[in-house]
Structure formats: C-alpha cells, structure tokens
C-alpha cells in the first residue's frame, strides 16, 4: 500500500543557518526556513534534533518542533536559534508544509562540521550570510 502513496517532489524550499547580530549587537546562529517558490506555502511544521559522536560517544539532542503559520513567496520565517556546541553533531531540520492543495515534507541535514563562518555565502532572499542546504 505505501508504494501506491505518491510523494509529490519539491524544490522551492530551503533551510539556512545564518550568522547574524541579535538585538543586543551580539553575533549569534539562527536557523530559517525560504520560501523559494513564486506561491505561499502554509501549515508549515518543523521537527529539529541534533545527532552523533562526541568523543567515541553517541549524543541526541531534544527534539524541538516549530509551527509557522505561513511563509509568503519569496521569503523566510525563522526556526530557532542553534548554539555553536552543537555543530559537531548532524543538526536535521524536517520539514512538512502545504503549497498549492499538497502536503509536501523534506528532511535537511547539517552534517556535523558544516555550520561554520569560512562556509558563509550571502542569502539574497534573507540578505544575510549564511549556510543554504536546498
């Protein structure tokens, strides 16, 4: 039965770790997730945890889970905050959202060691720098 379910494919949305200045003038990470589409996506659900190895030993972060009502065409809307500590783990963001009557999901991985500020490139839609994965 589950081969006869048809996942629809996407490629219009995106999640980014962005280093960028916080009220207070102090530079943090924060994760967010574009809307690369030329249409509104909505009911937008997010589950993040953080896996793998610190020194020979397995470590799981909690699993969050973030509701964004909707993310206009061509924008962003912000997931979370990511603390440095957690960079040397694999950080997964999935992703499921409706676009156009569908119901679409997608898993985005940070494999561990690749939110670092040497891998920063400007995001135009966020007009920040940060680490894309599509």
């Given at each position: 039965?589950?081969?006869?379910?048809?996942?629809?494919?996407?490629?219009?949305?995106?999640?980014?770790?962005?280093?960028?200045?916080?009220?207070?003038?102090?530079?943090?990470?924060?994760?967010?997730?574009?809307?690369?589409?030329?249409?509104?996506?909505?009911?937008?659900?997010?589950?993040s945890?953080?896996?793998?190895?610190?020194?020979?030993?397995?470590?799981?972060?909690?699993?969050?889970?973030?509701?964004?009502k909707?993310?206009?065409?061509?924008?962003?809307?912000k997931?979370?905050?990511?603390?440095?500590?957690?960079?040397?783990?694999?950080?997964?963001?999935?992703?499921?959202?409706?676009?156009?009557?569908?119901?679409?999901?997608?898993?985005?991985?940070?494999?561990?060691?690749?939110?670092?500020?040497?891998?920063?490139?400007?995001?135009?839609?966020?007009?920040?720098?940060?680490?894309?994965?599509?």
């Amino acid at each position: 039965m589950l081969k006869d379910i048809i996942e629809p494919e996407f490629d219009g949305v995106g999640v980014a770790a962005v280093y960028e200045l916080n009220e207070e003038g102090a530079h943090v990470w924060n994760v967010y997730l574009i809307n690369f589409n030329n249409a509104l996506i909505s009911g937008v659900l997010v589950s993040s945890k953080g896996y793998g190895a610190i020194d020979g030993e397995e470590v799981k972060t909690s699993a969050l889970r973030h509701f964004l009502k909707e993310i206009d065409a061509l924008d962003y809307g912000k997931i979370e905050a990511i603390h440095e500590d957690v960079f040397v783990l694999n950080n997964e963001y999935w992703v499921s959202f409706y676009l156009d009557g569908k119901i679409y999901d997608r898993k985005f991985i940070f494999v561990e060691n690749t939110i670092q500020k040497s891998r920063l490139n400007h995001i135009n839609i966020i007009d920040k720098n940060g680490i894309l994965i599509m």
